[in-house]
């Protein structure tokens, strides 16, 4: 049989965690239910923000969780497609403006 | 995939609803998950009797012109379970002496029943306070012997209350069929331009949202904000109340689930979101639902897997408001469907 490092049961035993830590665990997970709640940001907005991320964090469970989520929200599949490619742009900005350091280097190096 | 026909004309072993029973009191909820009998007990609300009646939900056939991928009736143009009018005269008896304060017509399709009209304008002249009707929309497009429907139901003081999943076309056509959308559009316009849904106009009109997939609904204010927002721009649609409408395991959605190996995460979350507040809630402690053939049941979905009412009277010639009363209402795990969350019914959520 063949082995992962991921399971996609995993996910919804992520409350475990409390078991070996509770007072910490709780702590987590009180503070994570609070940033996702409607504040100056509607709840949809940090649904569509935090799929982004699980992807430029490349988390499995954070890409189901928040593809399930924005679902649930109603959002369509061009909006999430959206906010992903926000995602791949800041990635790809990020790669690609360190090449203004690499031309720094090469200068100071070079003749 | 477009489905065609319901899992009755298929022959599919899901059409039996003791199957379905089977199903969803095995696997998981052997030893994975508390049985729903179990949830409700460890919060004290075990068994769960009804209250006074509120609200008598008749379905009058199963017949329907459409065939929507989630539903629960396993309705479709090859369904024949249609009520008599001799069946229809019962529940009018019931009607004029019932207590409750809602009528609310569902299907298939209620207006595909050739004696609607008539039993419409006989129930109406009950004055009951509010008079439903479960309209598909589409209907009221299928065929020009409809397109009056908006002005008959607005004859009546019908409240119109209609499913529509999502506020695009794609969402929509994807579980209720292919042109459903723009036709739901066109019907909406047509209710709207009678007065149906228009701001302050005493003409109801509500809409139906039902996730369109392995999913549950989120908060219904901010659902039908969204869609008030996207059915003004987009079709300057008008509308009163959204109702947030959660899928129940069982029949159509029951299939989808374990054929796209959804059902154990489906059935994971509705239990992960299970609320005690919403059982003191739940349609079945102020509903009754009456079946196409005049049998009595605890809700709709009862009906479906044909759970009838545990009490002396189980049909509506032998109808009595008193007796059924404080019946212990039959459960099985598909009840999780209403007290996740907010909890739902026909009516939408239940809790806050």
């Known amino acids: ?111 | 995939m477009a489905i065609t026909k319901s899992l009755h004309k298929l022959e599919n072993d899901l059409a039996d609803p003791k199957n379905q029973l089977k199903i969803l009191s095995n696997g998981i909820f052997k030893d994975e998950l508390p049985t729903f009998a179990k949830k409700i007990a460890a919060s004290n609300q075990f068994p769960i009797q009804a209250k006074k009646l509120e609200i008598l939900q008749i379905n009058v056939g199963y017949m329907c012109n459409q065939v929507c991928a989630h539903c629960h009736v396993d309705a479709g143009p090859d369904r024949k379970e249609i009520m008599t009018r001799e069946t229809m005269q019962q529940c009018l008896d019931v009607i004029q002496k019932t207590g409750a304060h809602t009528l609310d017509l569902t299907g298939g399709a209620p207006e595909m029943n050739p004696n609607f009209r008539w039993f419409v304008e006989e129930a109406a002249r009950v004055g009951i306070q509010d008079f439903i009707v479960r309209s598909n929309l589409t209907i009221i497009r299928a065929n020009k012997k409809y397109y009056d429907l908006p002005s008959f139901f607005k004859k009546h003081n019908v409240h119109i209350v209609s499913s529509m999943p999502h506020y695009t076309r794609g969402k929509t056509d994807k579980q209720r069929g292919e042109g459903v959308f723009n036709q739901s559009i066109k019907a909406l316009q047509e209710l709207n331009k009678v007065g149906y849904g228009m701001p302050n106009s005493s003409l109801k009109l509500d809409l139906v949202y039902n996730p369109s997939g392995a999913f549950l609904p989120t908060n219904q204010a901010a659902l039908e904000s969204d869609f008030k927002k996207a059915l003004q721009e987009d079709f300057n649609i008008q509308f009163h109340n959204l109702f947030a409408i959660t899928n129940l395991p069982i029949s159509r959605f029951l299939d989808y689930l374990i054929a796209s190996d959804n059902y154990e995460d489906y059935m994971y979350a509705l239990v992960e979101a299970y609320n005690p507040e919403a059982v003191k809630s739940v349609m079945c402690t102020n509903t009754l639902s009456v079946s196409w053939d005049g049998y009595l049941y605890d809700c709709d979905f009862n009906q479906m897997l044909n759970l009838k009412v545990a009490s002396n009277v189980q049909h509506i010639s032998k109808y009595n408001e008193d007796l059924l009363e404080g019946r212990d209402i039959l459960i099985s795990q598909h009840c999780y469907g209403c007290t996740a969350g907010a909890g739902s019914s026909c009516q939408g959520t239940v809790a806050e």
């Open chain 1, 1 to 111: 049989m063949a082995k992962t490092y991921y399971d996609p049961a995993d996910l919804r035993k992520f409350g475990k965690i409390t078991e070996w830590s509770e007072a910490l665990g709780n702590k987590f997970f009180e503070y994570y239910g609070k940033v996702f709640e409607d504040g100056a940001l509607s709840a949809r907005e940090k649904t569509l923000i935090a799929l982004a991320i699980a992807h430029t964090e490349q988390c499995p469970y954070c890409i189901d969780a928040y593809t399930k989520d924005s679902l649930q929200r109603g959002i369509t599949k061009e909006e999430m497609m959206e906010a992903v490619h926000v995602g791949a742009a800041i990635k790809s900005g990020a790669t690609l403006v360190h090449g203004v350091q690499m031309m720094n280097k090469h200068d100071k190096l070079s003749h």
